[in-house]
């Protein structure tokens, strides 16, 4: 991160339903790391949503067995 901000990750499945948060908290500038547990999630796309005061990222996640 550039600067410290306020940072929600979630989880979401192909139709837009948020599945898990993953973080949601104010965090330091710097580089962080995460953990996405997929453990119980059916095969799929999935999207991993960051969402900053300034920013919005989307990742597609595809989970195979």
């Given amino acids: 991160l550039p600067e410290q901000t306020n940072v929600y ?3 979401s499945d192909a139709l837009g339903r948020t ?3 993953i973080k949601d908290e104010y965090l330091m500038d710097g ?3 995460f953990d996405v547990a ?5 095969q799929g796309i999935y999207y991993v949503n960051v969402r900053t005061n300034t920013s919005n990222l989307v990742e597609k996640l595809l ?3």
């Fill in 9 to 11: 990750i979630s989880l």
């Fill in 19 to 21: 599945i898990n948060v």
């Fill in 31 to 33: 580089k962080h790391s």
């Fill in 38 to 42: 997929t453990s119980g999630l059916p």
């Fill in 63 to 65: 989970i195979v067995e």
